[in-house]
């Protein structure tokens, strides 16, 4: 009976490699992680995710795990890469962030034709998101939300993917079919102290929508500064139809009780 031949060198050395690799990203993931749900505005504390997003891609570079998100997109390149994670404390917040450096809503490369449309894939991240009884949100029951410069904890633009809170969902409907399609105009009384506009999609999906684009195109010439804004697309049912709304908010003109966070128009947890 022959002796069953040893792994190689080579062999023993890759799987070293790999659980080496996993070990440290999982120490440092549990360390970032950290640092991101506790930040409070330091300069190296607003790049905590963007080092959780490095740490995810060098994963899946190496063993072809998401390791520490859900998922990592690399097929078009990483310039046009997203991740989609969660934090594993707290608020189930499921967010979606590229695999390259872009600071936020105001980022330039956003505007370029090489940009991807990160709403499109949070959309389709939804299906990461579960309901209370363990489905995924329906289209109608989506949102998707970016905050401003100054509503963000950081410096990595990343898209919260959860369903539209009960207010919202149960007053948008009325105003959807209220406004004309690909239209702005001005939202009253969606969000308590807000001051909204809004355009009209008339479609369930991001075909010529790349709301990204759509807000600079409306609101650049005004403000020439867009990390003021926050951006929201929920969808909605129009004539039993689902549909797409594109919300944008300018935290520069919010009434006295001050700007809102994306948490006042995203449930993450779909209660």
Request: a neutral charge; glycine letters at 6%.
């Amino acid at each position: 009976m022959t002796a069953a031949s040893p792994p190689s060198v080579d062999a023993c050395s890759s799987t070293a490699r790999r659980r080496i690799v996993r070990s440290c990203l999982f120490v440092a993931s549990n360390f970032i992680f950290s640092l991101v749900a506790l930040s409070g505005g330091d300069a190296a504390e607003r790049q905590a995710l963007w080092q959780v997003v490095r740490a995810c891609v060098a994963d899946y570079q190496t063993t072809g795990a998401s390791f520490p998100c859900l998922a990592v997109n690399l097929s078009d390149g990483i310039d046009r890469g997203s991740v989609v994670l969660r934090p594993p404390f707290g608020a189930p917040d499921t967010i979606l962030a590229p695999t390259r450096k872009v600071v936020g809503v105001e980022d330039p490369w956003l505007q370029s034709p090489a940009a991807p449309n990160y709403f499109a894939a949070a959309l389709r991240a939804s299906a990461f998101v579960k309901k209370p009884d363990g489905s995924a949100p329906k289209l109608d029951e989506v949102a998707l939300a970016v905050n401003s410069r100054f509503t963000r904890s950081q410096d990595q633009l990343h898209i919260h993917i959860g369903c539209a809170s009960p207010r919202v969902r149960e007053a948008l409907p009325a105003l959807a079919a209220s406004m004309k399609i690909g239209e702005w105009a001005r939202v009253h009384s969606l969000v308590p102290g807000s001051e909204l506009w809004g355009i009209r999609a008339g479609r369930s999906n991001f075909d010529q929508l790349e709301p990204f684009r759509l807000v600079a195109r409306r609101f650049a010439i005004e403000n020439s500064d867009l990390n003021r804004f926050m951006v929201f697309v929920i969808g909605t049912q129009v004539a039993n139809r689902d549909e797409l709304v594109l919300l944008v908010a300018d935290d520069s003109r919010q009434a006295q009780s001050g700007p809102f966070s994306a948490e006042e128009v995203v449930d993450p947890g779909c209660l």
